[in-house]
């Protein structure tokens, strides 16, 4: 059986909150949930009517919607992106997003980015 309080295993539990969004952008919230040494996962929470602009970054970026609507846009692609939908983004691949309906997703990136670490 595996002793939880054992030194040599790392683990991170993190549960609801409402505090700690940033505001990267307009319509914008973010919150980083866990993290580990090679994962990172994050909470969006989008508005209806916000854009994520094009970008590319050195991350693989997979995610799910969990509520609303938005249309997402990887490597000049577009998808109608509804809830129960996932996706996964290589490292710099140009994508972008325009938010139909207030909407929250689930992603995970990799490596960590530490841009997105609590404190930073």
């Keep these: 059986m595996l002793n939880w309080k054992e030194e040599t295993h790392k683990y991170m539990f993190n549960k609801r909150s409402a505090k700690d969004y940033k ?3 307009p319509g ?7 993290f580990g040494e090679k994962t990172l996962m994050t909470e969006f929470l989008l508005a209806k009517d916000a854009t994520l602009p ?3 970054h050195p991350y693989e970026q997979t995610g799910y919607l969990t509520s609303g609507h938005i249309i997402m846009k990887i490597a000049g ?3 109608d992106t509804l809830p129960g ?4 983004i290589p490292m710099n691949i140009i994508h972008g997003a325009q938010i139909l309906e207030d909407s929250v997703a689930v992603e995970v990136f990799a490596p960590v980015r530490e841009d997105y ?3 930073k």
Excluded: N, R
Aim: hydrophobic share 40%.
């Design 85 to 88: 939908d996932s996706w996964c």
């Design 77 to 79: 692609k577009t998808f």
């Design 117 to 119: 670490l609590p404190g």
């Design 23 to 25: 505001d990267p952008l």
């Design 54 to 56: 094009d970008h590319a």
């Design 28 to 34: 914008v919230k973010l919150k980083t949930l866990v």
